[in-house]
């Protein structure tokens, strides 16, 4: 029996015990983070699929694992062998996790799940999906504790202070801000979960989920008069912890609960954002009156400060002079690598920077069929030898002191085919499409979503993934509320927002193509109706020349490929290596 099979055969013996017909695993940790440290992996350690999402449900009799687009073949590649069944969302006849349990379980069946990753939010949906049959969602403490044997503890990195000639904005000015906003919601406390918000208003940086998300364990509660950071006091050095104390008291991480509960009272009023504080965490709020809402903090580190847009734009610039010297050494016509040896080329060339402290994600370099597969990771058995012809999608960022980068280019290796050509060029005229939209104040992102789409659909293509995300400051690479995808998503864009553009076309077996840039959204022309805005491109690197076909694209669009290529020549021209000058020359030479 496969080590998956005696977790799941050993799970089901607890579920047995307590009387439950299933588990639900949702895949995140008492933060909802996506992505999370190695002791809430659960949802891997169950079934083996180690994707950043997805969500599986074991019964008595079954296991499923539920994937979005990204991972259907992930998926499916990591649980052969098992007694999973593969469910892929969003597609005809695949009910989603909430709408099969509440359809295919019996009347009065009943589902456990660990109270700390469940979200208030999240308990009301199971409970209205569950009610019509009888099922009873029933929350637990985490069972897995019993069978996990080598689970690893709770981090507690070492934390790193942020100045303030970095982060634009100092811990009090984040907290007055944080409080002018509970007062005018009628509020005196405030309770945040979510990492990267506390590690954005505290203006710390750890790496407890990993070298890639510079965030800590913590919850934070914020009252009119003071505050309360819970995490390991440990992990302070003596300045740090000393500045610290001016503003927050700090408390262990275990301690949350049991605080709350003697501070609150029935005079209090709280705000919290129901779609991140977790069951076990709010069941110690109920002695006050609430207020919901998205955490305060989520929408104003969305919109970056002027100090955090120039870092932002520095680090781009970095980046692109680390992206062109990468460039001008890869040997495409001859050359013999593998995956990971090239993400770690690139990875070297950033590091020559010292302003670069590591990735900002973990690279993504997809050769041929493994392009296909939008969120690939290589690994030492699965990492392709590249050689001969085809195209390797390379998705990857740096961490910079700061700020952060997120770029994708797609690089032919040989000759193209007329296909990979005409693909490249599809998708490359919606990434200029919505690059070049100005559109009026109060304009969301599933507004604007068509225009990276309207392309590839015309010629009966798509691709399943959003268009963009939001991105953090020197914080995680994915960051909310504001997206650009189909989902109609009433967050609207605002200045100060940095979001990719990343529309791709993936053809399983044969080959994917990707091509990220990323924007800030800045104020543009202002008339009679209204404030409108537009995007500033941040991103410095040249396009794919060898993959276009010019045929396919307009004279404006020549105008904007042009254009952007001249832009990126200026900037690099006298930062780049010698060696690298006639590369990047050649590279953005008028079409």
């Known amino acids: 029996m496969s080590s998956v099979e005696q977790r799941i055969a050993s799970l089901r013996a607890i579920l047995e015990r307590e009387g439950l017909d299933g588990w639900y695993i949702n895949g995140t940790d008492p933060h909802q983070s996506e992505y999370v440290s190695e002791r809430w992996k659960s949802r891997a350690w169950i079934s083996g699929f180690t994707g950043s999402a997805g969500s599986v449900l074991i019964t008595m009799t079954e296991a499923l694992l539920w994937v979005d687009s990204r991972?259907?073949?992930?998926?499916?590649?990591?649980?052969?062998?098992?007694?999973?069944?593969?469910?892929?969302?969003?597609?005809?006849?695949?009910k989603d996790p909430?709408?099969?349990?509440?359809?295919?379980?019996?009347e009065t069946s009943r589902v456990g799940i660990d109270g700390s990753t469940l979200t208030v939010t999240?308990?009301?949906?199971?409970?209205?999906?569950?009610?019509?049959?009888?099922?009873?969602?029933?929350?637990?403490?985490?069972?897995?504790?019993?069978?996990?044997?080598?689970?690893?503890?709770?981090?507690?990195?070492?934390?790193?202070?942020?100045?303030?000639?970095?982060?634009?904005?100092?811990?009090?000015?984040?907290?007055?801000?944080?409080?002018?906003?509970?007062?005018?919601?009628?509020?005196?406390?405030?309770?945040?979960?979510?990492?990267?918000?506390?590690?954005?208003?505290?203006?710390l940086?750890?790496?407890?989920?990993?070298?890639?998300?510079?965030?800590?364990?913590?919850?934070?509660?914020?009252?009119?008069?003071?505050?309360?950071?819970?995490?390991?006091?440990k992990r302070f050095n003596k300045e740090i912890r000393k500045a610290l104390s001016e503003e927050y008291e700090i408390l262990p991480y275990e301690d949350v609960k049991i605080t709350i509960e003697s501070l609150l009272t029935v005079e209090d009023?709280?705000?919290?954002?129901?779609k991140k504080i977790n069951l076990n965490l709010y069941e110690a709020t109920l002695k006050a009156k609430h207020v919901a809402g998205r955490d305060f903090t989520t929408d104003l580190k969305a919109s970056k400060n002027e100090t955090e847009l120039e870092g932002m734009r520095r680090s781009h610039l970095l980046d692109g002079v680390a992206l062109v010297n990468f460039l001008a050494r890869l040997d495409t016509e001859k050359g013999v690598y593998d995956e990971i040896?090239?993400?770690?080329?690139?990875?070297?060339?950033?590091?020559?920077?010292?302003?670069?402290?590591?990735?900002?994600?973990?690279?993504?370099?997809?050769?041929?069929?493994?392009?296909a597969m939008c969120h690939y990771s290589a690994t030492k058995e699965s990492s392709s030898r590249i050689e001969g012809d085809g195209l390797l999608v390379l998705d990857t960022g740096g961490m910079y002191e700061f700020g952060l980068t997120d770029v994708t280019r797609t690089i032919l290796f040989g000759k193209a085919t007329d296909e990979q050509k005409r693909d490249y060029t599809l998708v490359?005229?919606?990434?200029?499409?919505?690059?070049?939209?100005?559109?009026?104040?109060?304009?969301?992102g599933y507004q604007l979503d068509i225009l990276?789409?309207?392309?590839?659909?015309?010629?009966?293509?798509?691709?399943?993934?959003?268009?963009?995300?939001?991105?953090?400051?020197?914080?995680?690479?994915?960051?909310?509320?504001?997206?650009?995808?189909?989902?109609?998503?009433?967050?609207?864009?605002?200045?100060?927002?940095?979001?990719?553009?990343?529309?791709?076309?993936?053809?399983e077996g044969r080959h994917g193509i990707r091509i990220e840039n990323i924007m800030a959204v800045r104020e543009d022309i202002k008339t009679e109706f209204g404030q409108f805005f537009s995007f500033e491109v941040l991103t410095i690197c040249p396009f794919e020349r060898k993959l276009l076909e010019k045929t396919l694209l307009t004279e404006s669009e020549l105008s904007m490929v042009n254009n952007y290529h001249r832009w990126v020549y200026e900037e690099l021209k006298t930062l780049v290596d010698e060696e690298a000058k006639a590369y990047l020359k050649q590279a953005t030479l008028p079409l």
Request: hydrophobic share 40%.
């Open 71 to 94: 991972y259907f073949i992930q998926g499916a590649q990591q649980i052969e062998g098992t007694s999973l069944t593969l469910m892929k969302l969003d597609t005809e006849g695949v």
């Open 98 to 106: 909430q709408s099969w349990m509440a359809a295919e379980l019996s």
């Open 122 to 203: 999240g308990k009301a949906e199971l409970d209205e999906a569950f009610k019509k049959r009888g099922i009873e969602l029933v929350v637990c403490p985490d069972y897995l504790e019993e069978i996990w044997a080598d689970r690893p503890h709770i981090p507690t990195t070492t934390v790193v202070d942020l100045p303030n000639e970095i982060a634009g904005f100092s811990r009090i000015q984040k907290l007055t801000m944080t409080r002018l906003a509970m007062v005018q919601k009628g509020c005196n406390y405030t309770l945040v979960s979510s990492l990267d918000d506390i590690a954005w208003i505290t203006n």
């Open 205 to 233: 940086r750890s790496s407890d989920v990993s070298v890639h998300s510079p965030v800590f364990l913590s919850f934070l509660l914020i009252g009119t008069e003071k505050a309360w950071l819970f995490t390991d006091p």
């Open 269 to 274: 009023t709280l705000y919290y954002d129901p």
């Open 341 to 371: 040896e090239v993400s770690t080329l690139l990875r070297k060339q950033r590091e020559r920077n010292k302003a670069c402290i590591g990735e900002s994600f973990s690279p993504i370099s997809g050769w041929a069929e493994h392009g």
């Open 428 to 444: 490359l005229k919606g990434n200029l499409a919505l690059a070049s939209a100005r559109f009026p104040e109060g304009t969301c």
């Open 452 to 507: 990276a789409r309207q392309f590839l659909w015309q010629q009966g293509l798509t691709f399943y993934h959003g268009t963009g995300h939001g991105l953090g400051f020197r914080l995680n690479v994915h960051e909310g509320p504001a997206v650009i995808n189909t989902r109609a998503i009433d967050v609207p864009l605002k200045r100060g927002m940095i979001l990719s553009d990343e529309p791709g076309i993936y053809r």
